[in-house]
Structures are given as C-alpha cells and as structure tokens.
C-alpha cells in the first residue's frame, strides 16, 4: 500500500523526524487559509503516488496565500501527467508547507532486498533525483548498509554510511538520529519501502525532511488500524480499487493487451513474452490458485474495465487450479459481458484437455505454448 507523503510526514514525525511545518488542503481555500497561518510563502505539492511530481508541474512556490490559493485551484482536479503515469493521475488534495532555503540535498532510504534477505539502508550526497537515475549514472553515490534482522541498525552503521557518503560533518549527528528514526519508522510499520529524498540542510544549518515516501506491507495491514484511512487514499486507479474491493491481484499498466495468469511469477513471464513478441500489456492480473469460474469470470470483467484493452492473453498452467474452471469462468465471461476483443487462450495442466474441449466452437484462440500465446495475441491486436 503506497501512501501520500503528507501521510508518511504524519509517520516518520512520530518517530521523531523532524519535517516542514505544513497541513494538507483539499480546497483552494483551505490552501490559502495554511499559507497565511505559515506566513504567506510556501510550497503547493500534488498528492500523487507518481515519481517526478516538480518536472511535472506538481510542485509550486508560492510568495503569497493568494498565488498558494491559486497553485491549489491548478492542481486540486487536475491530472498530473508523470514519467511514472504517462496516462496521468488524479490530484485530490495538495500538501501546503513552509518554504525553506536548502543548503544540501541528500538521500536516506530503506527497503528490502530480496536477493540478500535483508533490509538495505541506503545513503547518497546525490540528494533531489530519482535514487534510479543516481543508482543508473552514479552507482558509486550509493552507500549501502545490509542490517541483521537479529541486531537491526547500529548507530556507528548509520554513521560509517553518512560519512562514506559525504554527507557534510556537520550534519551526520542529526542525520544519524534521522537514519535511526527512518530505521525505527520502518521497522515499526511493517513498511516496504521508507525514504527522505530529499534530506535537506538549510542555510539556518537545520535538517529537514523535505519530501518523504513510504510503502506498506499489505499482508501487515491487520496489525496496523492506525493506517485503515490511509488505504482508502490508497487506490487512485479506479479499476485497480474495484479488483483490490473483489480480491483480484491486479495492477494496471498503460498498454493495451490484457493479461491474466495464475501464480504472480507465470503472470510476469507472461507480461515478458508479451513485450518480447511487440505488444504492451495493459496489466498484471493474478487469479491466484484454485481459481473457481466466477473468479475468472470476474478478472475478465475487470481487465476489461480498460477502454484500451483490445486483446486479453488467458495463460492458466493447472495445478491446483483446474482448467475446466477456468474455461467456465471465461465462456460465463464472454456471454454475461458481450466480449469484443479477440481472446488468446493457453491451458496446461490438471484438467485442461476437459477445459479446452469446453472451449470449442467458440471464438477463442487456442495456443499451445506461452510464447505462441504472446505471438497470436500482438498479431491479432495489431
């Protein structure tokens, strides 16, 4: 679960990361309204789960409540077209703070890394840009601290990174506090990701939390109540609210080829092939294993909730899932929701034989390989 950075201020400050004083507006009154109570200038940013929000637009100075009460009326409505979100994502609300005059920028970041098993605490002088670019251009920027889940992180670690970083010296005492607390914030949220970039010393010599980012772990939502309002800010996407609202694992991404699979690694080999072949998919879908018809028959529905889909790739290796089900859930598919996007389909596995037999006489496409699948469905798409 991504959440806005208004709200991971709201987190990592009751972990005693100090960040701009500011409040969220939903109006362009109440953005004017926080501009006077700080003093008139201050800074209007697009609450968006997108990257690149200030080459966007998404970022304004304002000198006075009246231009932050403008800044707000832009925004607040509006779609903000991102590197990230080429079809662009709603703005709702606008985070209003003080403008501070930056000294330095830096990066403080945590997440796991999967290969190693571990949490990776991350440090760069190269503060303000995408960490991909910096990771992509400046590898050697990027000092990294593996933790011991048995031990956590040490404060003479979180010193050796900043200090390795370049991190000016008179900043690494409170950019330690800042590191350790960002540690505690993420350990304590059962977090995926937790960032400050950028991590800002002021030309007054304070530190900042300028922006912030954190991303939850979904299946650790139970233990946290504290986030149950978050996660309705959530889900910007409409269908992606709509699959996460039925149980669908779905994830939309901007191409016009609808995928859907069981098992999340058979769905990004598919998603692979499917680009391989020429085409774009539209979306990551996962029926999961041991599918029933109307789970199917539900995913097609909302793969094809996307007016750009013109084609949808089934690929269903039965284990536990049977492949006579998931033909049921996709002929219920086609007749309940007037289908008119041609449909590939691969079946292997428990039961597929009786799954394709099911399948004959109609318009679908058999394939016999995923690969052939991929071919077929650009083919047919184009």
Same mark, same amino acid.
């Not at 889940?149 to 506090?177: D, M, N, S």
């Not at 889900?235 to 149980?247: K, L």
């Not at 998603?271 to 294993?289: H, M, Q, S």
């Given at each position: 679960?991504?959440?806005?950075?208004?709200?991971?201020?709201?987190?990592?400050?009751?972990?005693?990361?100090?960040?701009?004083?500011? &409040?969220? !507006?939903? *109006? +362009?009154?109440? $953005?004017?309204?926080? @501009?006077?109570? %700080?003093? /008139?200038?201050?800074? =209007?940013?697009?609450?968006?789960?997108?990257?690149?929000?200030?080459?966007?637009?998404?970022? &304004?100075? !304002?000198? *006075? +409540?009246?231009? $932050?009460?403008?800044? @707000?009326?832009? %925004?607040? /409505?509006?779609?903000? =077209?991102?590197?990230?979100?080429?079809?662009?994502?709603?703005?709702?609300?606008?985070?209003?703070?003080? !403008?501070?005059?930056?000294?330095?920028?830096?990066?403080?970041?945590?997440? %796991?890394?999967?290969?190693?098993?571990?949490?990776?605490?991350?440090?760069?002088?190269?503060?303000?840009?995408?960490?991909?670019?910096?990771?992509?251009?400046?590898?050697?920027?990027?000092?990294?601290?593996?933790?011991?889940?048995?031990?956590?992180?040490?404060?003479?670690?979180?010193?050796?990174?900043?200090?390795?970083?370049?991190?000016?010296?008179?900043?690494?005492?409170?950019?330690?506090?800042?590191?350790?607390?960002?540690?505690?914030?993420?350990?304590?949220?059962?977090?995926?990701?937790?960032?400050?970039?950028?991590?800002?010393?002021?030309?007054?010599?304070?530190?900042?939390?300028?922006?912030?980012?954190?991303?939850?772990?979904?299946?650790?939502?139970?233990?946290?109540?504290?986030?149950?309002?978050?996660?309705?800010?959530?889900?910007?996407?409409?269908?992606?609210?709509?699959?996460?609202?039925?149980?669908?694992?779905?994830?939309?991404?901007?191409?016009?080829?609808?995928?859907?699979?069981?098992?999340?690694?058979?769905?990004?080999?598919?998603?692979?092939?499917?680009?391989?072949?020429?085409?774009?998919?539209?979306?990551?879908?996962?029926?999961?294993?041991?599918?029933?018809?109307?789970?199917?028959?539900?995913?097609?529905?909302?793969?094809?909730?996307?007016?750009?889909?013109?084609?949808?790739?089934?690929?269903?290796?039965?284990?536990?899932?049977?492949?006579?089900?998931?033909?049921?859930?996709?002929?219920?598919?086609?007749?309940?929701?007037?289908?008119?996007?041609?449909?590939?389909?691969?079946?292997?596995?428990?039961?597929?034989?009786?799954?394709?037999?099911?399948?004959?006489?109609?318009?679908?496409?058999?394939?016999?390989?995923?690969?052939?699948?991929?071919?077929?469905?650009?083919?047919?798409?184009?």
């Amino acid at each position: 679960m991504k959440i806005h950075e208004y709200q991971a201020k709201e987190v990592l400050a009751r972990y005693g990361v100090t960040v701009p004083r500011g &409040r969220v !507006a939903s *109006t +362009p009154q109440e $953005a004017r309204a926080i @501009a006077q109570e %700080l003093g /008139g200038r201050v800074v =209007v940013k697009a609450q968006v789960h997108a990257g690149g929000r200030g080459k966007a637009g998404g970022i &304004r100075l !304002a000198e *006075t +409540p009246e231009q $932050a009460e403008q800044h @707000a009326r832009d %925004l607040i /409505g509006s779609r903000l =077209v991102t590197p990230q979100a080429p079809q662009g994502v709603p703005v709702h609300k606008v985070l209003v703070e003080e !403008a501070i005059s930056i000294a330095q920028e830096y990066y403080l970041g945590i997440t %796991l890394d999967r290969a190693r098993q571990r949490d990776v605490v991350m440090v760069s002088a190269m503060g303000g840009m995408d960490i991909e670019q910096v990771a992509e251009e400046h590898p050697e920027a990027i000092v990294k601290v593996w933790v011991e889940p048995w031990q956590g992180l040490h404060p003479y670690q979180a010193r050796q990174a900043l200090y390795e970083a370049g991190i000016a010296r008179e900043a690494v005492p409170t950019a330690t506090k800042f590191l350790l607390a960002l540690y505690k914030a993420y350990m304590a949220s059962d977090a995926s990701l937790a960032e400050i970039n950028p991590f800002v010393l002021t030309q007054e010599g304070q530190c900042l939390a300028a922006d912030a980012k954190m991303n939850i772990d979904d299946n650790a939502l139970f233990r946290h109540p504290e986030f149950s309002d978050y996660k309705e800010e959530s889900e910007e996407d409409p269908i992606e609210a709509e699959a996460h609202r039925r149980g669908i694992q779905y994830v939309r991404l901007g191409g016009d080829i609808g995928i859907i699979g069981n098992g999340a690694g058979l769905v990004m080999s598919t998603l692979d092939e499917v680009t391989r072949a020429g085409g774009k998919p539209a979306n990551f879908l996962d029926i999961g294993g041991g599918a029933k018809a109307d789970l199917v028959r539900n995913a097609l529905e909302i793969v094809l909730m996307d007016p750009h889909v013109k084609g949808v790739l089934f690929n269903v290796f039965g284990g536990i899932t049977r492949g006579d089900e998931v033909a049921k859930g996709i002929i219920e598919g086609i007749q309940s929701l007037h289908v008119k996007v041609p449909i590939v389909i691969r079946l292997a596995g428990t039961r597929a034989e009786e799954g394709l037999a099911l399948l004959r006489g109609t318009d679908l496409i058999p394939a016999v390989t995923m690969q052939e699948a991929a071919r077929k469905i650009v083919e047919v798409t184009r």
